[in-house]
C-alpha cells in the first residue's frame, strides 16, 4: 500500500500560443483530447498523482496564455516552480525559435535555486501532423547544448508519449527535490511554495 | 485491482445540471451515481454519468480516472468515437476525502438538496443534485473519515476540520488556540495587532477557547466589527491608513477619535431589484416621427434593468456600441449604416490583396494570421453557431478578427478578442454589423489588450482600491495571502466576464455593462458583487494564492448573473452613499463632480443627480433618470485610467473629466 505521505510537484508548461500546452496538459491529466478547448486565458492548474520511484507525488501542472504581452502578469505563477515543460510545435519554425525566450524569461523570474540543473523537459508536440518543420535533432541538438534537457516528440492528439514526457520532468525535479531535502507535509498536499518568499510561523519545513 | 475497491456508499439519482443551450446534450440533467469507495490508495468520492456506469466497471477504469485533475470545461464536448459516452465522462468527479476542504450544502425549501464539493487546492466542483435524497446519508458516512463543522457565517457552508485524529479528542481547553492550525486566521490578527485586531481578545482567550472554533468567529464578529472597537489611536490609524490604503488621503487625520474605514461604516445594502426586460413595443415607442430615440436616458433605465429582449436585441445593440448614433434619425441611419458598409469592405479588401508572397516579408501580418487562425478553431466551439467542422460562420469570425486587424493595426489582435466578437457575431448574424459593433465594444476594453497591459494592471488595482473600501476584512485577507494583486480576477477583466457566464447570460451582461449606468466601470463592482459572494468559502478554507486563483476559475459557469447584479447594484449604493468614500475611489467610479474652473455652468450641477454634460445631446431627459446616476451622465463613460475616451458620443465631453479629474488629483 502506498504511503500516504505526498510530495506536491509545481511544474509550468510554457511555449508561444497554439503549440499545444492546454491540450497536452489535459491529455496528461485526464487522458483526452478535444479540439474544443478554448485558448487559454490567465492561468489554471489541473493536479494529478502519480507514483515516481515508489513516491507518491501530486503534480500540480500549470498552464498559462502563451501571447507574448500576457506574460508580464503572469510571472506571478512561475514562483516555487519545481520543473518546468518548454513547449514548441514541430510544424511551426518560429515556436522552436521561442523556446530561448521562454527558458531565459523563466529562470529569470522563476529564479530556482540551481538554474543550471533546472529540470526541464522540451516537448516537440503535433508529430501526428504530416507538415514537419523542424527535425528531430535540430530541436536534439538545441536540448543538448542547454545543458542537456531530455527531449520529447509527442502528439497530445494522439496520445504519444505524454505520459513519458511529464513522467521525465517528475522524475528529474523529484530528483532535485531530494538533494535538497524532501519536505513530507502531510497531511496537507498543497505545499505552500510561497512559504521561500514569505515565511510563515507553521512551515514544517 | 477492481475487487480491491470497497463501495462504502452508493446513491442514484444524483445529478448534475448543465445548461443546454450552451451544448448539443439535450438533457438539462445529467443522471448518475455518486459513491464512497474504499481504494487501496484512499476513501474516495465518486461520481459517474449513467452512461459511463456500466462501460467503466467492465472495462476497470477506476483507476484511470482515479486522478484529483478536474477540468472546468462542462460546456466543451469531447469528440469521439463512443461520443455520447465520452461527452458524458467529462462530468465524472472522483476525489480522496482527505483532499476535501470543504462544502457547501444546500437543502431549498421545496427542493432536493445540492452539494458542492471543494478540495484543498481550491478545486471546485459542479454542485450534484440529489433528486431522491441522499445528500444526508452521504454526508454521514462522510463524517467517519473527517470531521466537518458547520461555517458560523454562512449556513451552507461547511468546513473539513483537519486532520490529526488524536488532536481532535484532546479538549479545547488542552489545546493551544493559538497553534491549531485550524486558528491561523485568528493567529494572523493576533501576531499583527496593528492590523486591527482588538487587544482585549488577546487578554481573554478563555471566553474564546471555552465555546470552541464556531464561538471565536462570533466573538470575532461581535467584537472586532463592533463599531465602539473601532477607534484606535490616530498614529497607529495614520500607519494603517499608509500601509493599507496607498493613494488615500488621511486628512482626517485631525479630526478627533477618527473611525477605522470599515464594513460596518457603509450605510446598509438597499434591496434592489431587476425588472423586465425592453420589448420590442415598448421600444418602436421611444422613436418619434423622423426615427429619433426621444427619452434616451429612459432606454438606458429599462436595459439596465432588465436588459434586452433577445429579439430586438441586433437592433438595440447597434444603438449600445456606436453603430448608430443615439440621436440619429431614421434617413441619417440609413446613410450611416451605408458608409460603414463600404468602410468595411474596403478595409476587407486590404488583407485580403495581400499575397502569400507578399505576406512573406510582412511576417507582422502573418503572426497575427497564425493566432487568429487557431483562436477561431477553439472559440465557443460548442455554442451551435459555431459548432461543427468546416462551419461557415468560423469563416466570418476570422474574416471580421483579420478586418479588425486592418482597422486598429496599432493593438492588431490579441488573444480574447475571439471571445469579445463571438456573442456579439452571433446576435448581428452579419458581418458588416457584427465587425462594427465588434469595433464599438473594443473600444470600451482596448486597453485590455495593449502591449504593457496597463490597463489591466489599473483595473485590478482599481479592484483593491474599492474592496480596501468595501470590506477591509476580506481585502486585508487577500493581501496577506499574496492575493492582493487580484490577479484572479484577470479573466473577468480581460473579456468582461465572458468565460464566467454562459451564452446567454454574457448578451444580457453585456448590454447592461454597455449603457453605463449607475456608474463608470461598473463591471469592477460586479467583480466586488461575486468575491463577496465567495468570502466565507475563501476565508474560511483559508485558501492562499493557488486555491484562491483555482477556485475563481472553477465558479465559472455557476455565477448567478442577476443575483449578482442586484448585489453589485446594491453596493454601488452603499459607495455612493458613503460619506467618507475616498476621493480615490470616487475617480474610479466617475462620482467625482467637475471642478468649478472647468464650467461655472457645470458647478451648479455639483452634488446633485448627474452632470457634466450640459452641451450633449440627450441633456433635456436627463430629469429621468434620478438616482441612477453617479455624478456623471450615463452618456459619458471615462476609461479605466481616465485617459482615453471609450466611447465616441463622449469625446468630447471626456476631455473635460479627465482634465478635471486631473486637477483634482
Ligand atoms: N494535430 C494536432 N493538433 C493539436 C495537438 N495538440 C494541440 N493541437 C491543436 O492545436 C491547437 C492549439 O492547442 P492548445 O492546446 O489550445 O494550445 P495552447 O495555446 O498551447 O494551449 C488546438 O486547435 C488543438 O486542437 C496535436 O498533438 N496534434
Ligand atoms: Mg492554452
Known sequence: MASRKKVLLKVIILGDSGVGKTSLMNQYVAKKFSNQYKATIGADFLTKEVMVDDRLVTMQIWDTAGQERFQSLGVAFYRGADGCVLVFDVTMPNTFRSLDSWRDEFLIQASPRDPENFPFVVIGNKIDLENRAVSARRAQGWCHSKGDIPYFETSAKEAINVEQAFQAVAKNAMAQESDVELCSDFPDPIKLKDDQAKPRENCAC | ?665
Open chain 2, 1 to 665: 485491482m477492481a475487487s480491491q475497491n470497497e463501495v462504502l456508499f452508493a446513491k442514484d439519482s444524483v445529478y448534475i445540471h448543465i445548461n443546454v443551450q450552451d451544448t448539443k446534450d439535450k438533457d438539462a440533467h445529467i443522471a448518475g451515481r455518486v459513491y464512497l469507495m474504499k481504494k487501496p490508495e484512499g476513501n474516495f468520492i465518486e461520481w459517474k454519468a449513467e452512461e459511463c456506469l456500466s462501460h467503466d466497471i467492465q472495462n476497470d477504469e477506476w483507476d484511470v480516472i482515479g486522478s484529483v485533475g478536474f477540468r472546468n470545461d462542462r460546456d466543451s464536448e469531447c469528440v469521439s468515437m463512443n461520443a455520447k459516452m465520452d461527452a458524458r465522462r467529462k462530468y465524472n468527479i472522483s476525489f480522496d476525502v482527505l483532499d476535501l476542504k470543504s462544502f457547501k450544502r444546500n437543502a431549498p425549501n421545496h427542493s432536493w438538496a445540492y452539494i458542492i464539493f471543494i478540495l484543498k487546492d481550491g478545486t471546485t466542483f459542479p454542485a450534484l443534485h440529489f433528486h431522491n435524497g441522499g445528500s444526508k446519508a452521504l454526508l454521514k458516512e462522510l463524517e467517519t473519515f473527517i470531521h466537518i463543522r458547520r461555517s458560523p457565517n454562512d449556513q451552507r457552508l461547511f468546513i473539513v476540520h483537519d486532520h490529526d485524529p488524536e488532536m481532535l479528542s484532546k479538549s479545547f481547553n488542552e489545546l493551544s488556540i493559538f497553534s491549531d492550525s485550524s486558528s491561523a486566521y485568528v493567529q494572523k490578527f493576533v501576531s499583527e495587532p496593528h492590523k486591527g485586531f482588538p487587544k482585549k481578545f488577546m487578554k481573554d482567550p478563555y471566553t474564546a477557547t471555552m465555546g470552541g472554533f464556531s464561538k471565536v468567529t462570533n466573538f470575532l464578529r461581535d467584537n472586532f466589527m463592533a463599531p465602539e472597537n473601532l477607534t484606535r489611536p490616530q498614529s497607529e490609524m495614520a500607519e494603517f491608513l499608509h500601509e493599507d490604503i496607498p493613494g488615500m488621503e488621511i486628512s482626517n487625520l485631525d479630526e478627533p477619535g477618527f473611525e477605522m474605514v470599515t464594513k460596518t461604516k457603509l450605510p446598509p445594502r438597499p434591496v434592489v431589484k431587476r425588472s423586465e426586460h425592453l420589448e420590442l413595443a415598448k421600444w418602436n415607442s421611444f422613436f418619434d416621427s423622423d426615427g429619433t430615440i426621444s427619452q434616451v436616458e429612459e432606454v438606458k433605465e429599462i436595459i439596465f434593468r432588465g436588459g434586452v429582449d433577445p429579439a430586438i436585441r441586433s437592433e438595440v445593440w447597434k444603438f449600445l456600441l456606436g453603430f448608430y448614433d443615439w440621436d440619429s434619425t431614421t434617413k441619417k441611419r440609413q446613410e450611416q449604416r451605408k458608409r460603414k458598409v463600404d468602410d468595411y469592405f474596403r478595409m476587407k479588401l486590404q488583407w485580403k490583396t495581400i499575397s502569400s508572397e507578399q505576406e512573406r516579408r510582412f511576417t507582422l501580418l502573418k503572426e497575427r494570421r497564425g493566432l487568429i487562425d487557431k483562436d477561431v478553431m477553439r472559440t465557443d466551439r460548442t455554442h451551435k453557431f459555431f459548432s461543427g467542422d468546416k462551419n461557415p460562420n468560423l469563416q466570418v469570425l476570422y474574416d471580421i478578427l483579420m478586418t479588425y486587424c486592418m482597422y486598429n493595426f496599432d493593438l492588431g489582435y490579441v488573444q480574447g478578442m475571439s471571445d469579445i466578437l463571438a456573442p456579439i457575431l452571433v446576435v448581428m448574424e452579419n458581418e458588416v454589423d457584427a465587425f462594427w459593433c465588434f469595433a464599438g465594444a473594443m473600444e470600451r476594453v482596448c486597453h485590455n489588450f495593449e502591449m504593457d497591459q496597463n490597463g489591466m494592471k489599473v483595473q485590478l488595482s482599481q479592484i483593491h482600491k474599492l474592496m480596501q473600501v468595501y470590506d477591509p476584512e476580506l481585502c486585508a485577507y487577500l493581501e496577506s495571502h499574496d492575493s492582493g494583486n487580484f490577479y484572479f480576477c484577470f479573466r473577468w477583466i480581460l473579456i468582461m466576464f465572458k468565460r464566467e457566464f454562459h451564452f446567454h447570460e454574457i448578451q444580457r451582461l453585456w448590454e447592461v455593462i454597455w449603457t453605463d449606468l449607475p456608474c463608470q466601470n461598473f463591471h469592477l463592482i460586479i467583480s466586488l458583487a461575486i468575491l463577496d459572494s465567495e468570502k466565507s468559502t475563501l476565508m474560511e478554507n483559508k485558501f492562499g494564492f493557488t486555491e484562491i486563483l483555482k477556485h475563481i476559475n472553477d465558479i465559472s459557469l455557476s455565477i448567478p448573473l442577476d443575483d449578482t447584479l442586484c448585489k453589485a447594484e446594491g453596493i454601488f449604493l452603499q459607495l455612493k452613499e458613503f460619506k467618507k468614500l475616498p476621493k480615490a475611489v470616487k475617480e474610479v467610479l466617475g462620482l467625482l463632480p467637475v471642478p468649478v474652473s472647468q464650467s461655472m455652468e457645470n458647478s451648479v450641477f455639483i452634488g446633485s443627480a448627474s452632470n457634466t454634460d450640459v452641451k450633449s445631446q440627450d441633456s433635456a431627459s436627463r430629469v429621468d433618470t434620478p438616482q441612477l446616476m453617479g455624478g456623471i451622465s450615463s452618456s459619458s463613460s471615462i476609461s479605466v485610467n481616465g485617459s482615453r475616451s471609450s466611447h465616441s458620443l463622449g469625446g468630447k465631453q471626456n476631455s473635460i473629466i479627465d482634465e478635471g479629474s486631473k486637477i483634482l488629483t
